[in-house]
Structure formats: C-alpha cells, structure tokens
T-cell receptor, first 115, second 114 residues
C-alpha cells in the first residue's frame, strides 16, 4: 500500500497568516483527499484533489480559504489561509490504496494551532 | 443522506473484559466499511475493512467486526481488551467505486480501567 509523508507534523501560527501543508506519496495516485479533524471531532472532508484539474470542495469549504495544489500524481499541498483560532485542527491527507478501492492510506496529520 | 453513526461517545472497559463498539451506517450504494483507530497524537491506523464475502472480518490487534446488512451495522469487537487499546475509534463508509472519499462517524473514545 502507498506510504504518505506529511509535513509539517505540527505548527503554531499567528492569526492572519497562512500555512501550507505538504503530502508526498511514494506511488502515483489519481485522487488525493484532504480532511480536517477539529478538536474532539471526527474527520470532515475538505476537498478532493485530482492531478491536472481544480480541486472539488465540499460544502462549507472554499478555495480562497483552502487552496489546493496538485502538480503531479505523487504530491499535493493544502494551504490554510488567513488563519483564525477556529482553524486550529488536525489536517490529514489520504489516498486510495490500489485499484478497486481496497482501502485508504492516511498521512500522519498536521496539528495546527492558531494563536 | 449518507452518514455513519457511532452511538457511544465514550466507553470505559476493564482490562481483560470484552468490548463492542457500535456503528450504523446509511448509504445509498453497496458500502465498503472500515474501522480506524487513532491513538493520542497519532495518525489513523486501519484496524479492518469489509468489502464483500464473509460478513465476519478479522483485523489487527485481535479485533473483529461483523457486517449485518439487515441492521446496517458494522460493530467492532474484541474478546479481551488491553490497556494499550485505549484510543479513539472511528467507523467509516465508502463507495465501491474507486476514488470516493470516506464518510466518518464521530468516533468513540475507549478508556481502559485496571
């Protein structure tokens, strides 16, 4: 199964600034998913990123706030823009494993604290 | 609407006792079902998954889960809990078509008492 390297693992940021989170996959994958896990909550899908096309955002998430880059089949970035304390969460990327949807691999997550 | 319900927010079990975590789903298509575990400060680890076939699936760390289509349930079980099992457990559902994202339940926090 794919292995994902996600960076940074954690960060403390000032409000109003932006943070870019990177996910590097050790194999080519068509789709990559970005999730947010707010404190004490479950995972919520932010967007689906396909290589070569615009990311598809879920309701409540917009490109201006969470721009996503997907330059190739092994790499993606998620930027959290103009941060506020409400953005303090764990952000995770995920990719499907293999063909036929045999499961999903998750990055180790980025724990973001906005002060 | 597609959703996953984990009715128990927090469960405390004595070490050595059996465990069952409940999961119910609502999904328009034939579901793929997953259980993930998240230890404090750690990422998500896949415990087990169900795609088809035998409705009782075995996973890692001695966990198993049973798919009951008639009840739209996928409950996680372990016969004897260890202190190291204390963690957050998430049930998730996805479509059989490749490339669709998972829908997660809100999670169940498991505490293990000695």
């Amino acid at each position: 199964s794919a292995v994902i390297s996600q960076k940074p693992s954690r960060d403390i940021c000032q409000r109003g600034t932006s943070l870019t989170i990177q996910c590097q996959v050790d194999s080519q994958v068509t789709m990559m998913f970005w999730y947010r896990q707010q404190p004490g909550q479950s995972l919520t899908l932010i967007a689906t990123a396909n290589q070569g096309s615009e990311a598809t955002y879920e309701s409540g998430f917009v490109i201006d706030k969470f721009p996503i880059s997907r330059p190739n089949l092994t790499f993606s970035t998620l930027t959290v823009s103009n941060m506020s304390p409400e953005d303090s969460s764990i952000y995770l990327c995920s990719v499907p494993q293999g063909w036929g949807n045999y499961g999903y691999t998750f990055g180790s997550g980025t724990r973001l604290t906005v002060v | 609407a597609q959703s996953v319900t984990q009715p128990d927010i927090h469960i405390t079990v004595s070490e050595g006792a059996s465990l069952e975590l409940r999961c119910n789903y609502s999904y328009g298509a034939t579901p793929y079902l997953f259980w993930y575990v998240q230890s404090p400060g750690q990422g998500l680890q896949l415990l087990l998954k169900y795609f088809s076939g035998d409705t009782l699936v075995q996973g890692i760390k001695g966990f198993e889960a049973e798919f009951k289509r008639s009840q739209s349930s996928f409950n996680l079980r372990k016969p004897s809990v260890h202190w190291s099992d204390a963690a957050e457990y998430f049930c998730a559902v996805g479509a059989q078509q490749a490339g669709t994202a998972l829908i997660f339940g809100k999670g169940t926090t498991l505490s293990v008492s000695s």
